[in-house]
């Protein structure tokens, strides 16, 4: 059973380029959320999706978008670049539920901005 | 921003030792979550704990919950090397959002 995975692991992009990172989540969840991690911080939430549909969104500037496809994998995008964006990026899957499951998390994919 | 905060920043204990970590957060919660992140990857979940519980153990993990004062504590027992780790707790909001505090590094010497 393979758990949440993301590509890529590593990225150096240039300031006011774009990105895009990639989620697969755990066999059998469908909703999947976004997480970014400054160096030495705990984990910011950027949005959640489900039933490929932005559900919940943290205070991130709309740089950031996302998009769910229709086997529940999942697109971060970030546009524009900044220095301030390099971070770890983590995605998390879970089952849709008020009650709140722990999440899964994928290993991250280490984005740095020159 | 961050919800919970953990105490202490950086703990450094002998192997063999207990270890605690302390959270405190500020808003009511469905309910809060450990995890553990070794080396800045992935988080592993650890131990959910509901508002309506106090006390919930795994293993050598043991947390407590008191929502009159907003906190939680993570106790690990008989610590090994390999607990070496950045511990964070995490509240759970509507959603399934989680609110992370700023973690606490956890250094084990064998």
């Known amino acids: 059973d393979a758990g949440v995975t993301q590509s890529p692991t590593h990225l150096i992009k240039t300031r006011g380029q774009q990105v895009t990172l990639r989620c697969s989540p755990k066999?059998?969840?469908?909703?999947v959320s976004w997480y970014q991690q400054a160096l030495g911080q705990g984990p910011q939430f950027i949005f959640q999706?489900?039933?490929?549909?932005?559900?919940q969104r943290g205070n991130f500037p709309d740089r950031f978008s996302g998009h769910q496809f229709p086997n529940y994998s999942s697109e971060l995008n970030v546009n524009a670049l900044l220095l301030g964006d390099s971070a770890l990026y983590l995605c998390?899957?879970?089952?849709?539920?008020?009650?709140?499951?722990?999440?899964?998390f994928g290993p991250g994919t280490r984005l740095t901005v020159t | 921003s961050q919800q919970g905060e953990e105490d202490p920043q950086a703990l450094s204990i002998q192997e063999g030792e207990n270890a605690t970590m302390n959270c405190s957060y500020k808003?009511?919660?469905?309910?809060l979550q450990w995890y553990r992140q070794n080396s800045g990857r992935g988080l592993v979940h650890l131990i959910l704990?509901?508002?309506?519980?106090r006390e919930k153990h795994s293993g050598r993990l043991r947390v407590t919950l008191d929502t009159s004062k907003k906190s939680s504590s993570l106790l690990i027992t008989a610590s090994r090397a390999a607990d070496t780790a950045s511990y964070f707790c995490?509240?759970?909001?509507?959603?399934?959002?989680?609110?992370f505090g700023a973690g606490t590094i956890l250094r084990v010497k064998s």
């Open positions: 998390a899957s879970s089952l849709p539920s008020l009650s709140s499951y722990e999440q899964y």
């Open positions: 066999s059998g969840h469908d909703t």
């Open positions: 999706y489900y039933e490929e549909e932005e559900r």
């Open positions: 808003t009511s919660i469905n309910n």
């Open positions: 704990i509901r508002s309506n519980e």
């Open positions: 995490a509240t759970a909001e509507y959603g399934n959002k989680l609110v």
